[in-house]
């Protein structure tokens, strides 16, 4: 393991901290931008020359605008646990880490604010905040933003905007995404089943925890704009957040209904009972099955149902614990390559501990 990544294991990101706002239901709120070199080929289309030229001089010049400490690593000299980890936090997609040309990611220590050279754009930026608050995210964007405009001379059309690899990002070349954690709603189905196709009537995507091409394991859910052509950023993000707003309010009101109804909720009881023993006493479980009774367990929290069964449960432990079992956490954590089985025993092992079971 990259001793630089076993080190983040250790803290938390500023996304996933504590306290953010509608914390209970949106988990981290993220900001990307994308631009482009002028008059040059798009990364897939460069020679490794040239794409190892765009990553030498992205870190002379924009490592300084990364603060406080900025972390660089090569994707191509990483091993699997690694690359990984990068993606569970968000600081990697998995089409920069398997491109065939020479990457770049860079990060601050606090993991805020992070820039990726030679995914499918020149540059993408990104930073974060925790719970719905792209504003903050915006901010913190904004500088790195325009000290890449001073370093080089983007693509931008007076047409269009901001060129980019892909025309559905072309415009602003924002992506504007919330986190959100939704057991309720996925337990009810229907209610999910109209959320998903509110958002895409709305132009949103959603999607799973990592993005594009991942699954919604343990009832986590990205919503984020589709449109970047034809309005402003500040009505782009907006739309995120008025969505985000809508989906916390329908997701807290299906809890309520759950409770209401004597059957939901004796089922639901079962269930958080069975979670509860599930994690006590498995002597190995799959990353699924541990978000699955990690989120039955977070939804018995938030509705009042684990206090009154006397569980004594963290709903902030339970999430942060949904990502510290993931399988590049779990290495990091105990600096070895580990084969499926084993990583199921000591992720049961980690739940244990971790929750005092």
Known sequence: MDPRLVALVDDLPAWLLPGGPEADVVVASRVRLARNLAGRPFPAQLDG???????????ERLCGS???????????????????????RSLASRDLLQAPRPT?????????????????????????????????????????????GRCFEL?????????????TNTGTGLRASLLLHLPALARA?????????????????????????????????QISNQRTLGSQISQQVRAVEEFGEEVARYEREVRQ???????????LIDDLEAAHHRLATAEGIDTASALDALS????????????????GLDPDRLLVNSFQIQPGHLQARLRAD???????????????DSLGL
């Open 49 to 59: 020359p040239a794409a190892r030229e765009i990553c030498r001089t992205a870190r």
């Open 66 to 88: 990364i603060r406080p400490e900025c972390l660089v690593l090569e994707p191509n000299g990483l091993g699997q646990p690694d690359q990984d980890l990068l993606v569970e």
């Open 104 to 148: 770049l990611i860079l990060f601050n220590r606090e993991e805020s604010l992070g820039l990726l050279v030679n995914e499918e754009d020149h540059f993408r930026l990104q930073a974060f905040a925790a719970g719905s608050n792209l504003a903050m995210a915006l901010r913190c964007i904004r500088p790195l933003a325009l000290e890449l």
């Open 155 to 167: 693509a931008r059309s007076p047409r269009f905007g901001w060129l980019t690899a892909c025309p």
């Open 189 to 221: 189905r229907v209610p999910l089943q109209r959320m998903l196709q509110t958002a895409a009537k709305s132009f949103l995507a959603v999607r799973g925890v990592h993005g594009e091409g991942s699954r919604a394991l343990g009832h986590f859910y």
């Open 257 to 267: 209904a759950l409770l209401r109804d004597e059957a939901s909720r004796r089922s």
């Open 296 to 311: 039955t367990l977070r939804l018995g929290v938030l509705c009042g149902l684990a206090e009154e069964l006397g569980l």
């Open 338 to 352: 580990l084969a499926p089985d084993q990583r199921d025993e000591h992720r049961a092992r980690l739940l244990r």
